[in-house]
């Protein structure tokens, strides 16, 4: 995203994480002299967000700057489709493959952050990826699952390393 001027904001209000990403986010951008041209809200039970999304479109920001939880998501990048948004968004982090699936051709343009890749070699991710194909869900692993996995194996190596289990070892 270079040349952005302006930025509108969209996320969860009934989700405390929601608004401190979407509150440093703005803060962010504000601080790099980007002006806020619009706030909407919404809450995880909503099924229709097309009013917020067109007062949005309206406010014509340089970029819309989006934070659902994972249910929301498919429900606000699909109806942005819908309500005919054309500029880039800047998602929320971690979109699953289910979003992908529901809403992935509407989402084109859209930019998103992850704490994980699962294409990544680096580091211990191939191992993890191969536990997951043998032992986890059918399907692609998340996030969470990464990050419980890299957790748990730092825990081991730690007790490994210690040569015990007992805290005051």
């Known amino acids: 995203f270079t040349g952005l001027k ?3 904001y969209l996320y969860q209000s009934d989700s405390e994480a929601a608004k ?13 002299g980007i002006t806020t041209v619009g706030e909407e809200t919404f809450v995880g039970t ?21 934070m659902p939880l994972p249910g929301m998501m498919s429900t606000i990048y699909l109806q942005l489709d819908e309500v005919g948004h054309e500029g880039p968004v800047f998602m929320a982090p971690d979109v ?5 699936e529901q809403a992935g051709k509407a989402m084109q ?5 992850t ?5 990544s070699t680096d580091g211990n991710n191939p ?3 191969d536990y997951w194909q043998q032992h986890g869900e059918k399907r692609s692993a998340t996030v ?14 730690a007790f490994k390393a210690a040569g015990s289990t007992d805290k005051k070892a």
């Open 6 to 8: 302006t930025a509108a």
């Open 46 to 66: 909503d099924t229709d967000v097309r009013a917020q999304l067109t007062k949005l479109k309206q406010a014509n920001p340089d970029v819309l700057v989006t």
């Open 127 to 129: 191992h993890f990826l």
């Open 144 to 157: 969470f699952e990464a990050a419980g996995y890299a957790s748990l194996w730092s825990m081991a190596h």
């Open 109 to 113: 343009c859209f930019v998103y952050v």
């Open 20 to 32: 401190i990403v979407i509150g440093k986010r703005r803060e962010t951008l504000e601080g790099m």
């Open 96 to 100: 699953s493959d289910a979003t992908m």
């Open 115 to 119: 704490a994980w890749n699962g294409q």
